[in-house]
């Protein structure tokens, strides 16, 4: 069985640090600025769907998928929207004008391009990560940039288009007990003292302690 990603701890620090960013703000306007309020949107591997409650509230039509329970419940209680599914989108006979995947689906693995496209009547926004560090001081995870990301969808015939950001996303922490768990959970295999330099205290009584994070990606926009 397929290892799940999240956990009640992975969770909780996810909430907690997108109370103290506006993260899932900024993106959400990147990728508002690729759709149409006419187009209906289907999220795959949306998580605790924070970027697809922002999209229905501000009056675009989607639906959102994972296959984790727990965190579709947790979304559905949190937003108060019924847009959230526990499904595995390759089991389901479904299709949108545009399908999202934020961090999910390598496109240049396992035909997974051709898998998310199928369920797409105009196209594919996809959004990767190219790092695993903060401010690329720590290697960087081994997936393409835009350039690369761009010469493979042409290569396979696509009209596609993108850019690279970087948005914060710092983690908040109560201690700097929290701070090396934290770290070694979310880095596995990484040497937790390249991080530690990176968690600042704050002042703040009620999380004295935040860990930058400058996450760096790729917004592919894919024409079918």
Do not use: C
């Amino acid at each position: 069985m397929e290892k799940k990603w999240w956990n009640d701890r992975k969770i909780e620090w996810y909430e907690r640090a997108s109370l103290f960013s506006d993260f899932h703000y900024l993106l959400s306007k990147e990728i508002e600025s690729l759709i149409d309020k006419d187009e209906t949107i289907l999220e795959f591997g949306a998580g605790l769907g924070y970027v697809s409650e922002i999209l229905s509230k501000d009056g675009y039509n989607v639906s959102s998928y994972d296959i984790d329970e727990k965190v579709v419940e947790r979304a559905r209680k949190r937003s108060g929207l019924d847009i959230f599914h526990t499904s595995d989108y390759r089991e389901l006979d479904i299709s949108g004008d545009i399908v999202l995947t934020i961090f999910f689906g390598r496109l240049w693995s396992d035909d997974n391009l051709s898998s998310l496209l199928s369920r797409a009547k105009k196209g594919l926004i996809s959004i990767h990560s190219l790092h695993t560090g903060q401010n690329d001081a720590i290697k960087g995870r081994e997936t393409p940039g835009l350039d690369e990301s761009l010469s493979f969808l042409r290569e396979k015939g696509y009209v596609a288009n993108g850019k690279e950001i970087t948005i914060p996303f710092p983690q908040p922490l109560l201690s700097m007990e929290e701070a090396e768990l934290f770290i070694d959970e979310s880095y596995p295999g990484k040497d937790i003292s390249l991080y530690l330099p990176y968690v600042k205290k704050t002042g703040d009584k009620s999380y004295p302690y935040m860990l930058s994070n400058q996450k760096r990606m790729v917004i592919l926009s894919i024409k079918k």
